[in-house]
């Protein structure tokens, strides 16, 4: 593996927090805590290693233009752009909302996680478009 494959590993990690994200949520749903806890620390560990690659990735390679033009750059700068801004809240709202689990916390813990949750599902998912506009059109 090469620096050059990191942005298709950030992809698939993306990808996997996404489903892990979703699967804990429909776990605390039924009740099932503790699967649900391990399936919220799979998400945050998942996305830890997603940041370090992706900061790998971008010291060694610096940025990458989209060079489509017309209405699709449009699309694909608004997504950017909504991903980055939430994206930089992600760890922020992630590590409170871990912590307050973590220390039984729950009613602080719901609170959050009720913002959390779909700030760092939506960075994501937008995670992987962003990766299929810039590297696979």
Request: glycine share 4%.
């Amino acid at each position: 593996m090469t620096v050059r494959d990191l942005p298709t590993v950030n992809a698939v990690l993306n990808a996997t927090a996404s489903v892990l994200l979703v699967t804990g949520y429909a776990l605390i749903r039924q009740g099932k805590r503790e699967a649900h806890r391990k399936a919220m620390l799979a998400a945050f560990a998942t996305s830890v290693l997603f940041l370090i690659c992706y900061l790998l990735y971008h010291f060694q390679v610096g940025s990458v233009r989209f060079t489509k033009t017309g209405p699709i750059r449009t699309v694909y700068l608004t997504i950017l752009a909504t991903h980055t801004v939430l994206a930089a809240a992600v760890p922020v709202l992630a590590i409170i909302t871990l912590q307050r689990a973590l220390a039984a916390r729950f009613d602080r813990h719901r609170r959050i996680a009720r913002w959390t949750l779909p700030v760092w599902l939506y960075v994501s998912v937008t995670g992987v478009v962003v990766y299929l506009m810039l590297y696979q059109m």
